[in-house]
């Protein structure tokens, strides 16, 4: 009886040493929980989850205070990956924030374009390029289709355009061949 | 290399006939309850695949011809004991589709060989019945007779020098007539030949099979022939030859890299031996093939060829 | 010496095969279509506009980069159309093309300016630009820029003409070296000339005797030899010929020039011949009209651009309903419809008659794939990866050396279409890796704009924080001058009205 009480005793003791040392020597910096919620959202940066970007809506569903449906451009796919990383049961998309739509960039018309650089200031990615009365215009590779820009613009000059696959991009269908 | 030589009904429906031999010497030995046994198998399964199918909402026709659900149900019903009663199969091929193979996702999906599954189910469940081989003839329906069967019975040779020599008896002292057993095993041993003719399995699983097989128990009969029996008498008794090339060779659950059929197979026989000399069982070749089973990925991910340019 | 084979593949009769070997001319089309894009690479920029008048050979199309070829119009005509037509691809998608309507005339650039026969005389910069600027791809079908190609493989030891044909059914280059051999020849020699390596092999697959006598016969040049190969599939393949002639292995992810090779196919040295010393640029080709709704197979030397239905118009075709299928009976691609027109990498277009497709079955794990894949990969365990999407798993399996070669759906028993899943996984990880290149990027572009935010705010507020204390010690400064100013007064004050007394005293 008195064997195995100390017994034991003696093996919580130790491993409670080792957990303690471990926590300290092996202490990781950051919160990784947020850095993975934040590598499954798509840093479209748009703000539709209520949350001033992606990182704060990753902090926000770290710390418990967003629900993991709010972010439209991640689409559903995103939610359940959200829900695997967390273990959590996964929600349908909340459409109060939007709704997925394909990936678009912004596109300036040149000819309206009055140069107010307010797009610049809203552009989340820093994605406009241009200056004080004169044009401005949109880095392709840089756009997330954010749609920011659009209520901003003073004159309406800026279109949301969808990116069409090429034949360079082409992905084909799989899950067709699979059920032929 | 050449042409596609068949398609996979084609490939099922052939080891289906390559092991008409050794059933055929099942039958000459044990009596025409073995082929009631394979109907009530082969009827079972094909309606617990249907059954499934259906409540899995999938196309039920092209899943049963191709055969895969019959091989299982001929593979569980000469491997049980021909005079084991109608139920034992019954429960053994429901346990092997449903379990075994549809609950994994159905052909291609299952990580271990169902017809083994079905197999320990049953040799766990009802050791009894699963280990009393008939003496001599059976008549058609012996297995729907439910008195007097074990008066007809007796146990394999497996069994028997298990037996024996926990009772103290060296193997020397043990006389035992293995004519039926050899028989059965070289009907399936000519059916094997004709499948790796007809280059429907690969000989990597076979050759190791008996090649892990026979060096085991040459390792221990060198050590103490008292005590052990013989490479030759394991080769010749059990389900050595079923196993070898009919069992270990189902290509779903078993190692795909050729470097890794050699392994799993070599495994298999040497785990065999281990089994049927210090385990409890008189035949290991169910729990050595589903203990391979569960190793297939790992073996498959670390003898991947080496590929071109690499 | 080694017999130039190697392990996998498959060997394939001809299923199609034809009594002569001809190569017929066929007359001009009164329209053709030119795709800016080839099947890898950029697009060409049209350089002429809707009504202009072009002659043959007159560029239309230029290049800013090496990743794409410049076109030319293969008849002369006026422009009528630069539109997006359907192309000739798997995708079905549509694609930037000039659309040319002949005037008949067959009017030609004035091409007086070559190299002539006397290239020796001419610099390889001088061939080399003569090359790209004639629009030359690979036209064994992956239709990469030659001058790219050649440009890679600068200090090459050997170069490779590959004469093997890429499939079965195919005899495009048979017909091309029957016809041509000492064209084929000369191109060597300009390659030769240009590319720096010591010696060319020819290499031909073993049942074409009359182009290997041919050539054997025209052949004059030491550096050049002539091996006849095993006739078994991908021996045409670049890695599995640069390893059966050569024994040299290209690494994974490699390419042939990173072993000092050069791999050119042969209609490709045909068009490098006619561009250097005959100062034509690339405007027509040989195509392959076979298939089992074809009577005759036969091979045709079209101008580029030309559609499918004119091509096909000279062929006996069974009357009926076909499927159309363009490129080799493994690797090719099954079109819908004939609306599409020849580009300078068709080599070939079947015509079938319909024939029911047995439905695929589960995979077994049978392992024939892996027998015979050319390049020693496990296909089995690529399609249970690539058919769940996990591309991280298939990748480890190697899921990009595959070639693509379709030996492997052809073997399996299960009749799965194999290469389309690799082709569906190799597309999905080129999306994935760029989405995740954009994700990362944008996130680092959020939080630099965050910090830069954050750094202009505190900035602001710290130049705010300055000036106020600037203007307060000024305050203060004015405040004690100010009281030096009233001290001083004081003073003067004081003084005065002590000097005021005394005076008055």
New interface residues.
């Given amino acids: 009886m008195l064997d195995a009480v100390s017994i034991l005793s003696i093996l919580a003791l130790a491993l409670g040493l080792v957990l303690g040392y471990a926590a300290i020597r092996y202490k990781v910096e950051g919160n990784p929980l947020v850095d993975q919620i934040d590598a499954i959202l798509p840093q479209t940066q748009c703000g539709q989850c209520d949350f001033p970007g992606c990182r704060p809506y990753a902090e926000a569903i770290a710390s418990g205070e967003a629900e993991i449906n709010q972010c439209p451009p991640g689409g559903q796919d995103g939610v359940d990956a959200l829900a695997e990383l967390l273990d959590v049961e996964t929600l349908t998309l909340n459409a109060e924030h939007g709704e997925t739509k394909p990936k678009r960039i912004a596109v300036v018309d040149e000819k309206v374009c009055i140069g107010c650089t307010l797009c610049i200031q809203a552009c989340p990615v820093d994605a406009f390029v241009g200056s004080s009365k004169v044009m401005t215009q949109v880095i392709v590779s840089e756009c997330t289709g954010c749609d920011l820009c659009l209520p901003v613009c003073p004159v309406d000059c800026i279109d949301m355009v969808e990116v069409k696959p090429t034949i360079n991009t082409f992905v084909p269908n799989v899950l067709e061949l699979a059920n032929v | 290399m050449q042409d596609k030589a068949m398609d996979t009904n084609q490939v099922m429906r052939q080891v289906i006939y390559a092991l008409a031999l050794g059933v055929a010497a099942q039958v000459y030995f044990f009596g025409f309850s073995v082929l009631v046994q394979i109907a009530l198998a082969v009827i079972t399964a094909l309606a617990a695949e249907a059954l499934v199918l259906r409540m899995r909402g999938m196309q039920i026709a092209p899943s049963l011809r191709d055969g895969s659900a019959v091989l299982t149900a001929v593979l569980l019903a000469i491997a049980i004991p021909s005079i084991a009663p109608w139920w034992i199969i019954v429960l053994g091929v429901l346990f092997a589709i449903v379990f075994g193979k549809q609950l994994f996702g159905g052909l291609g999906n299952n990580p271990f060989n169902p017809a083994m599954l079905g197999y320990a189910f049953l040799l766990i469940s009802y050791p009894l019945q699963m280990t009393q081989w008939p003496s001599e003839f059976q008549g058609a329906l012996a297995i729907f007779e439910f008195s007097g069967v074990d008066a007809l019975t007796g146990a394999t040779n497996l069994d028997y020098v298990k037996t024996q020599l926990m009772l103290g008896e060296s193997i020397g002292a043990l006389t035992f007539e293995s004519i039926s057993q050899m028989w059965i095993n070289f009907g399936f041993l000519l059916g094997g030949i004709y499948l790796l003719l007809r280059r429907i399995v690969f000989w990597h699983i076979p050759l190791s099979l008996i090649a892990g097989l026979a060096l085991m128990s040459s390792i221990l009969y060198l050590i103490d022939p008292a005590n052990f029996s013989s490479p030759v008498f394991h080769l010749i008794n059990g389900a050595t030859m079923l196993a070898a090339f009919f069992i270990a060779t189902d290509p779903v659950s078993a190692s795909t890299t050729p470097l890794g059929r050699l392994i799993y197979g070599f495994a298999i026989g040497a785990i065999i031996i281990v089994i049927r000399v210090f385990g409890g069982y008189p035949d290991a070749v169910a729990f050595a093939v589903l203990l391979m089973n569960i190793t297939v990925p790992l073996i498959d991910y670390y003898t991947q060829p080496k590929v071109f340019g690499k | 010496m080694s017999n130039f084979t190697f392990k996998?593949?498959?060997?394939?009769e001809n299923p199609f095969p034809a009594k002569e070997i001809d190569l017929i001319r066929i007359p001009l089309p009164d329209r053709v279509v030119l795709p800016m894009?080839q099947?890898?690479g950029d697009q060409a920029k049209p350089c002429v506009s809707v009504g202009d008048h072009v002659l043959t050979g007159q560029v239309i199309a230029t290049i800013d980069d090496d990743r794409c070829a410049p076109v030319h119009a293969s008849i002369s005509g006026t422009v009528v159309a630069i539109d997006n037509q359907v192309?000739a691809?798997?995708?079905g998608?549509e694609?930037l093309c000039v659309t040319i309507e002949s005037d008949g005339e067959d009017e030609w650039m004035d091409n007086s300016v070559a190299c002539t026969e006397n290239y020796d005389f001419c610099t390889p910069d001088t061939i080399y630009n003569k090359i790209r600027l004639s629009g030359i791809v690979g036209m064994g079908g992956a239709g990469f820029p030659t001058h790219t190609k050649v440009q890679f493989a600068e200090g090459c030891h050997t170069l490779i003409v590959n004469a093997t044909e890429c499939e079965p059914g195919i005899m495009c280059d048979d017909a091309l070296m029957q016809a041509y051999p000492t064209k084929v020849i000369r191109g060597v020699e300009v390659l030769l000339h240009i590319c720096g390596a010591e010696k060319a092999i020819i290499a031909i697959e073993d049942d074409k005797k009359e182009s290997i006598e041919l050539l054997r016969k025209f052949c004059k040049n030491e550096r050049i030899t002539i091996e006849a190969i095993p006739t078994k599939y991908t021996s045409g393949a670049e890695?599995i010929l640069v390893?059966s002639l050569l024994g040299i292995?290209?690494?994974?992810?490699?390419y042939a020039s990173d072993v000092g090779v050069l791999c050119q196919n042969v209609g490709t040295l045909v068009a490098i011949f006619d561009a250097v010393v005959e100062n034509r640029p690339l405007i027509s080709r040989v195509v392959t009209i076979t298939g089992s709704a074809i009577k005759e197979p036969k091979n045709l030397q079209v101008r580029l651009g030309a559609s499918y239905d004119y091509v096909l118009s000279f062929a006996d075709i069974e009357q009926g309903e076909n499927d159309i299928r363009m490129a080799g009976m493994m690797m090719g691609v099954d079109l819908e419809g004939t609306n599409y027109s020849i580009s300078k990498n068709t080599n070939c277009i079947f015509v079938n008659k319909p024939i029911e497709k047995?439905?695929?079955?589960?995979?077994?794990?049978?392992?024939m794939c892996?027998?015979?894949c050319?390049?020693?990969?496990?296909p089995?365990?690529l399609y249970w990866y690539?058919?769940s999407s996990n591309i991280e798993k298939a990748l480890?399996?190697?899921l990009l050396?595959c070639i693509e070669c379709g030996c492997c759906s052809?073997?399996?028993?299960?009749?799965i279409?194999l290469v389309?899943?690799y082709?569906?996984?190799k597309?999905?990880n080129?999306?994935q890796t760029?989405e995740k290149e954009?994700?990362?990027?944008?996130?680092e572009?959020?939080?630099?704009?965050?910090f830069r935010l954050e750094r202009n705010k505190q900035e602001r507020a710290e130049m705010m924080e300055a000036k106020k204390k600037a203007l307060k010690e000024k305050m203060a400064k004015d405040k004690a001058q100010k009281i030096a100013i009233a001290a001083a007064q004081e003073r003067v004050n004081a003084a005065k009205t002590a000097k005021e007394s005394e005076d008055a005293r």
């Fill in positions: 996998g593949g498959l060997v394939l894009q099947r890898i192309m691809h798997q995708s998608l694609a890695k390893k292995e290209i690494p994974s992810g490699g047995p439905s695929a079955q589960e995979c077994i794990r049978c392992g892996n027998t015979v050319p390049v020693e990969l496990l089995q365990q690539s058919k480890d399996y190697n050396d052809h073997v399996c028993p299960s009749n279409p389309d899943y082709q569906f996984a597309a999905l080129k999306q760029k954009q994700t990362d990027n944008a996130r572009r959020f939080e630099f704009r965050e």
